[in-house]
């Protein structure tokens, strides 16, 4: 694979919360038979060690496993019954964050992603975690997968016009976490305001 620049394990060494915002504007990229599809991460959600509602907060377990390290893996499981989540795994092996990838915005493959969900508005293809999983064919098999790789199924490169890319998109706005009952209040949610695939608009804190 050439042509991207994959963004490297240091990069998700930090907590989960400065990865949420850092992954803004990068590239979602998923490599399938009939090539690749996927787009600018427009979205995120940061879950922390010791934090009530991330997966890890009991301890590790078989479905959960993949969230204690290393760093830049994915970790997608099985929500409501009814769709996948993928996430970025964060901070060193042994201590269990991630990122959960909320929505992004196509910018390649579009009409494979429009394919696998047939909806009358653009924005619905992928702005939502269930939504992008779908569009993407992200699914177990993706479970820890290294995004670091090129070679792997899926991965995170580099926008080339990151700065260009987050000035017409923005600004960034934070804000609680949205579909969750623990630890709702907690200012873990990240988005670019201007983006049409943005799951929801809520209160803005930048």
């Known amino acids: 694979m050439t042509g ?16 949420a915002r850092g992954l803004l504007g990068h590239w979602l990229i998923r490599k399938t038979a009939g090539g690749l599809c996927g787009g600018a991460i427009v979205e995120t959600e940061a879950y922390l060690k010791d934090d009530p509602a991330a997966h890890a907060f009991n301890g590790e377990t078989a479905r959960n496993r993949v969230m204690w390290g290393p760093p830049g893996r994915a970790y997608v499981y099985f929500v409501y019954g009814n769709h996948w989540c993928v996430n970025a795994v964060c901070r060193p092996a042994g201590i269990a964050e991630a990122v959960l990838i909320r929505a992004i915005e196509p910018a390649m493959g579009v009409e494979m992603m429009r394919a696998r969900r047939a909806v009358d508005r653009a924005q619905d293809v992928s702005n939502g975690p269930g939504k992008l999983c779908a569009a993407m064919d992200i699914d177990r098999n993706m479970n820890g997968v290294d995004l670091t790789d090129a070679k792997s199924p899926l991965f995170i490169a580099r926008n080339p016009r990151l700065k260009s890319f987050l000035s017409e998109r923005g600004p960034v706005v934070t804000t ?3 579909g969750i009952t623990r630890a709702a209040a907690l200012p873990l949610r ?3 305001e201007s983006s049409l695939f943005v ?6 804190k930048k």
């Open 176 to 178: 609680p976490r949205i």
């Open 190 to 192: 990240f988005y670019l």
């Open 4 to 19: 991207y620049r994959i963004l490297p394990a240091a990069f998700y060494q930090p907590s989960a919360e400065a990865v």
């Open 199 to 204: 799951s929801r608009l809520t209160g803005r």
